[in-house]
């Protein structure tokens, strides 16, 4: 391994809609820079950040892969990302512990549904970003009207760095905007291209593009900005040093020009990553979740985070962690801040996609890997124990789809759940729980597809084959009234008896406020001893609610009175009595059903339009928005999740399969009376409720 300064670090994940080229781009850089023999093809199932069984099966990206790649005196991770809805997840995380994303953007395609998303959610952490036209060798592409998109949707801080000589299949080299260089491209794919003068008859378009991108510098710099006005040029070295500002503020987003298939204008992509992308130690420092900030410097004390897990059959499980301040050291024991444990680290290792290189130490700004840490999860911080730091914790998607599964040979029950709580470590947002009332198994997950990959997943990698039933709604219940009840619990048979006495007034929350529990007791009614014990009832109790089994949210209790005997009383007496109080207070506060909604983008050509703005209107959905992206239209939609459940075959027949749909949980929404009655009879027939309860 060799020792790179932080200074010479290039962090970059590659992001962008699913099918635009990304893993293919990172695998022609590995082959640029001599880090693989060969051009690894996703057709072929041999590129190095593909390579679960899955992916190579399906040709798209599933998980968040790491390859690293040496140029001269400096070292670049990348980060290879999904593109598709169901795992975006992956590449937000994944931003996070880099400094710039490189924004993959098909020349045949332009704009799609994950491009905008990503660029949103690049833009509320401030990451600095570039665009990589890629697929320029595609037949009838055309640069000018994908960058005027780009610069629609994103905004004048889009500019062109390069500018391609030739488009489709006579895409033969590209022009260096900010150096004034052309280069030639070898006919071969080994990624060879020599310097050419710039040709005649692109000048006037370089002179236009190269006037646009100074005066974006200028804009950013007052001193750059007085002299451009005056003197009309810039010297070569504030021209390099004010695009490498203006990137870092996100003043600029500039745009590059490659074909990653047919390796083309990939080393000059390299050379502008090298150049302008942000070594840590120039982006601003990381922020500790009390605010302080975390300096990029290897003298500082140790500061990692740990943004993903994977469980390897050989190695067991794995941890990615990004170190953004100290020098992280093998065999040495850290403190995880988030548990508040230490953690004894063993070996570390590069990862050039899933072949492990051992490391040695690893400087601030670097991304290693840790085998075998035994309580660290992914979102953990981890420092010295003297510093504590503990880094913001990463927020994850909540599910927007569960399964019933059961195994199809009896005795693999057990099978299953170890099974699932190593694929948990390595996808945080897989859920698993055991209904207390039907006694099944359900999993959630982020779409059908994701569900599908988990159970796939089980069978291939861990020996368990299951079936899964039809998707479980996960509903809420709640209250829309007051209550204010008294409950006590008196049992004497023989001996020491059981009391206990409490007095609760039940009211709402606004939507998403979960639950909050509030000691309003005055005097010594009720020992302070037995709080704890009443709060529990009802932290259990709400788990269950009475209306349809669901789980109750959104509520206030306050305890305000009771009693109690000297002898008789206990925590267990209390527990009981609040719990049944909370039963009765609820059914007073009038109840209701909560269902989950769910965002929904649907893309499809413009024909398919009022059939699918009439679709999604009769399962209930709102429509929210249409807009023209490229030759497709978006249609954008709130609709609940139970009516969403077999929306993708019906796109499919509608559309002839030229249609596609992205979905994510947006929030929580009371159902409408009728359908609550099905709900409660269906809760009834599969035993989560007494009729007597409805």
Request: with cysteine; net charge negative; glycine share 8%.
């Given at each position: 391994?060799?020792e790179i300064?932080?200074?010479?670090?290039?962090?970059?994940?590659?992001?962008?809609?699913?099918?635009?080229?990304?893993?293919s781009?990172?695998s022609?850089?590995?082959?640029?820079?001599?880090?693989?023999?060969?051009l690894?093809?996703?057709?072929?199932?041999?590129?190095?950040?593909?390579?679960?069984?899955?992916e190579?099966?399906?040709?798209?990206?599933?998980?968040?892969?790491l390859?690293?790649?040496?140029?001269?005196?400096?070292?670049?991770n990348?980060?290879?990302?999904?593109?598709?809805?169901?795992?975006?997840?992956?590449?937000?995380?994944?931003?996070?512990?880099v400094?710039t994303?490189?924004?993959v953007?098909?020349?045949?395609?332009?704009?799609q549904?994950?491009?905008?998303k990503?660029?949103?959610?690049?833009?509320?952490?401030?990451?600095?970003?570039l665009?990589?036209?890629?697929?320029?060798?595609?037949?009838?592409?055309?640069?000018?009207?994908?960058?005027?998109?780009?610069?629609?949707?994103?905004?004048?801080?889009?500019?062109?760095?390069?500018i391609?000589i030739?488009?489709?299949?006579?895409?033969?080299?590209?022009?260096?905007?900010?150096?004034?260089?052309?280069?030639?491209?070898?006919?071969?794919?080994?990624?060879?291209?020599?310097?050419?003068?710039?040709?005649?008859a692109?000048?006037?378009?370089?002179?236009?593009?190269?006037?646009?991108l100074?005066e974006?510098?200028?804009e950013n710099?007052?001193?750059?900005?007085e002299?451009?006005?005056a003197?009309g040029?810039?010297?070569?070295?504030e021209?390099?040093?004010?695009?490498?500002?203006?990137?870092?503020?996100?003043?600029?987003?500039?745009?590059?020009?490659?074909d990653?298939?047919?390796?083309?204008?990939?080393?000059?992509?390299?050379?502008?990553?090298v150049?302008?992308?942000?070594?840590?130690?120039?982006a601003?420092?990381?922020?500790?979740?009390?605010?302080?900030?975390?300096?990029?410097?290897?003298?500082?004390?140790?500061?990692?985070?740990?943004?993903?897990?994977?469980s390897?059959?050989?190695?067991?499980?794995?941890?990615?962690?990004?170190?953004?301040?100290?020098?992280?050291k093998?065999?040495?024991?850290?403190?995880?801040?988030?548990?508040?444990?230490?953690?004894?680290?063993?070996?570390?290792?590069?990862?050039?996609?899933?072949t492990?290189e051992?490391?040695g130490?690893?400087?601030?700004?670097?991304?290693v890997?840790v085998?075998?840490?035994?309580e660290?999860?992914?979102?953990?911080s981890?420092?010295?124990?003297?510093?504590?730091?503990?880094l913001?914790?990463?927020v994850?998607?909540?599910?927007?789809?569960?399964?019933?599964?059961?195994?199809?040979?009896?005795?693999?029950?057990?099978?299953?759940?170890?099974?699932?709580?190593?694929?948990?470590?390595?996808?945080?947002?897989?859920?698993m729980?055991?209904?207390?009332?039907?006694?099944?198994?359900?999993?959630?997950?982020n779409?059908?597809?994701?569900v599908?990959?988990?159970?796939?997943k089980?069978?291939?990698?861990?020996?368990?084959d299951?079936m899964?039933?039809?998707p479980?709604?996960a509903?809420?219940?709640?209250?829309?009234?007051?209550?204010?009840?008294?409950?006590?619990?008196?049992?004497?048979s023989?001996?020491?008896?059981?009391?206990?006495?409490?007095?609760?007034?039940?009211?709402p929350l606004?939507?998403?406020?979960?639950?909050?529990?509030?000691?309003?007791?005055?005097?010594?009614?009720?020992?302070?001893?037995?709080?704890?014990?009443?709060?529990?009832?009802?932290?259990?109790?709400?788990?269950?609610?009475?209306?349809?089994?669901?789980p109750?949210?959104?509520?206030?209790?306050?305890?305000?009175?009771g009693?109690h005997h000297?002898?008789?009383?206990?925590?267990?007496a209390?527990?009981m009595?609040?719990?049944?109080?909370?039963?009765?207070?609820?059914?007073?506060?009038?109840?209701?059903?909560?269902e989950p909604?769910?965002k929904v983008e649907?893309?499809?050509?413009?024909e398919?339009?009022?059939?699918?703005?009439?679709?999604?209107?009769?399962r209930?959905?709102?429509?929210?928005?249409?807009?023209?992206?490229?030759?497709?239209?978006?249609?954008?939609?709130?609709v609940?999740?139970?009516?969403?459940?077999?929306?993708e075959?019906?796109?499919?027949?509608?559309?002839?399969?030229?249609?596609?749909?992205?979905?994510?949980?947006?929030?929580?929404?009371?159902?409408?009376?009728?359908?609550?009655?099905k709900i409660?009879e269906?809760?009834?027939?599969?035993?989560?409720?007494?009729?007597?309860?409805?």
């Amino acid at each position: 391994m060799k020792e790179i300064q932080s200074e010479n670090l290039r962090n970059v994940a590659v992001v962008g809609h699913g099918h635009s080229g990304k893993t293919s781009l990172v695998s022609a850089m590995l082959y640029n820079t001599k880090m693989v023999n060969r051009l690894g093809k996703v057709d072929q199932g041999n590129t190095v950040t593909d390579f679960d069984e899955e992916e190579i099966a399906r040709k798209i990206s599933i998980q968040a892969a790491l390859a690293y790649a040496y140029k001269d005196k400096y070292k670049i991770n990348l980060l290879d990302t999904p593109g598709f809805g169901n795992f975006i997840w992956e590449t937000m995380v994944a931003l996070q512990a880099v400094e710039t994303g490189l924004m993959v953007v098909s020349a045949q395609d332009g704009i799609q549904v994950q491009t905008e998303k990503i660029f949103d959610g690049m833009a509320e952490i401030g990451k600095p970003l570039l665009f990589a036209v890629n697929k320029m060798c595609k037949e009838l592409v055309d640069f000018d009207k994908v960058f005027d998109s780009l610069v629609a949707a994103f905004g004048k801080n889009v500019v062109a760095a390069q500018i391609p000589i030739g488009q489709g299949p006579d895409f033969s080299g590209v022009i260096d905007v900010v150096e004034l260089k052309a280069w030639q491209f070898a006919a071969d794919d080994k990624g060879e291209s020599k310097e050419i003068p710039i040709p005649e008859a692109l000048k006037d378009e370089v002179g236009l593009r190269r006037e646009a991108l100074l005066e974006k510098i200028a804009e950013n710099d007052e001193k750059l900005m007085e002299k451009y006005f005056a003197e009309g040029a810039l010297s070569p070295e504030e021209i390099r040093a004010g695009l490498k500002n203006a990137m870092l503020q996100r003043n600029a987003m500039p745009v590059l020009v490659c074909d990653a298939l047919a390796n083309r204008g990939v080393q000059q992509l390299l050379d502008f990553v090298v150049a302008f992308a942000p070594a840590p130690t120039e982006a601003p420092p990381a922020k500790a979740k009390n605010g302080n900030a975390i300096k990029t410097d290897k003298a500082a004390p140790f500061a990692g985070l740990v943004f993903k897990t994977i469980s390897d059959p050989f190695t067991g499980k794995v941890s990615f962690i990004r170190v953004f301040s100290g020098t992280f050291k093998p065999d040495t024991f850290y403190y995880n801040s988030s548990k508040e444990l230490e953690e004894r680290v063993a070996g570390l290792f590069l990862m050039q996609g899933k072949t492990p290189e051992p490391a040695g130490e690893v400087q601030a700004g670097d991304i290693v890997t840790v085998a075998k840490l035994k309580e660290t999860q992914t979102g953990d911080s981890l420092s010295t124990k003297a510093d504590k730091i503990l880094l913001p914790e990463i927020v994850f998607p909540i599910p927007s789809i569960s399964f019933a599964i059961e195994p199809k040979a009896r005795g693999d029950e057990g099978k299953i759940s170890n099974a699932l709580q190593r694929i948990m470590e390595e996808d945080p947002t897989i859920k698993m729980l055991r209904d207390p009332q039907t006694k099944e198994l359900v999993i959630s997950g982020n779409g059908q597809l994701h569900v599908e990959l988990v159970v796939n997943k089980l069978k291939r990698k861990y020996g368990v084959d299951v079936m899964m039933k039809a998707p479980k709604i996960a509903y809420r219940e709640t209250i829309i009234g007051k209550s204010d009840v008294e409950k006590k619990y008196k049992k004497q048979s023989g001996g020491r008896g059981q009391y206990g006495h409490v007095l609760i007034r039940m009211e709402p929350l606004p939507r998403g406020g979960d639950f909050e529990f509030v000691n309003a007791l005055t005097g010594m009614s009720v020992p302070r001893n037995f709080v704890p014990a009443i709060e529990k009832g009802i932290v259990e109790s709400k788990n269950t609610g009475v209306l349809a089994g669901y789980p109750v949210v959104d509520f206030k209790i306050e305890l305000y009175d009771g009693s109690h005997h000297e002898v008789d009383s206990s925590d267990m007496a209390f527990k009981m009595a609040s719990s049944m109080a909370f039963k009765m207070a609820m059914k007073a506060a009038k109840p209701t059903i909560l269902e989950p909604v769910v965002k929904v983008e649907v893309i499809i050509p413009e024909e398919f339009m009022g059939e699918i703005n009439g679709n999604l209107s009769g399962r209930r959905g709102r429509i929210q928005g249409m807009e023209i992206k490229g030759k497709s239209h978006v249609v954008k939609a709130a609709v609940p999740m139970s009516e969403m459940l077999d929306f993708e075959p019906t796109l499919t027949s509608i559309t002839g399969g030229r249609g596609s749909f992205f979905m994510e949980f947006s929030h929580y929404e009371e159902v409408p009376g009728h359908l609550q009655k099905k709900i409660i009879e269906e809760a009834i027939k599969e035993g989560r409720v007494k009729e007597e309860e409805e």
